[in-house]
């Protein structure tokens, strides 16, 4: 994983703008959100984000690119990551070490956020970054519940 640095903030503002996770938000917001953490980085097709049992304790959100997860050296894959979608949300609420593995199906570029970071920023970009990571998670439970019913 690999930091990305000196892309221009336009360029950044063109990518998030084409995402459904950022819909809600106005220009302004997003440019906020931006300088606030400006954390992107690259993950090159095959390399992890992150490991099961690492202490990373960020939120990601695709930018482009895909990622994989899975248990157990690729035994049970668990789906896939797409841009606009978030990855370790778990151990960001939770404050716990990685459950899952993820890694790059094909070059991502994933914008990354502390818990820290978030404390900062105004409540209103707060709310709204933390109502599309419940509306994700019960996206997850509604396509997991689905998944259990079909194969049971």
Same mark, same amino acid.
């Given at each position: 994983?690999?930091?990305?640095? &000196?892309?221009? *903030? =336009? !360029? ?5 703008? @084409? %995402? ?6 106005? +220009? ?17 097709? &095959?390399?992890? *984000? =992150? !490991? ?5 304790? @960020? %939120? ?6 895909? +990622? ?29 070490? @990685? ?54």
């Amino acid at each position: 994983m690999k930091l990305i640095e &000196n892309i221009p *903030l =336009f !360029k950044q503002m063109e990518i998030i703008n @084409r %995402l459904d996770f950022f819909k809600e938000f106005t +220009l302004n917001e997003r440019q906020i959100l931006l300088e606030s953490f400006g954390l992107l980085y690259l993950i090159n097709k &095959n390399q992890f *984000l =992150f !490991k099961e049992f690492d202490n990373d304790k @960020r %939120l990601f959100i695709v930018l482009s690119g895909s +990622l994989m997860v899975f248990k157990h050296n690729h035994l049970l894959e668990l789906g896939s990551i797409e841009p606009g979608e978030f990855i370790g949300e778990g151990a960001f609420i939770n404050n716990r070490e @990685r459950s899952i593995n993820a890694r790059a199906k094909e070059s991502a570029i994933v914008l990354a956020i502390t818990a820290d970071a978030l404390t900062r920023l105004p409540n209103v970009i707060r709310e709204k970054i933390k109502d599309r990571i419940i509306e994700g998670m019960s996206l997850r439970i509604a396509k997991l519940s689905e998944h259990i019913e079909t194969h049971g």
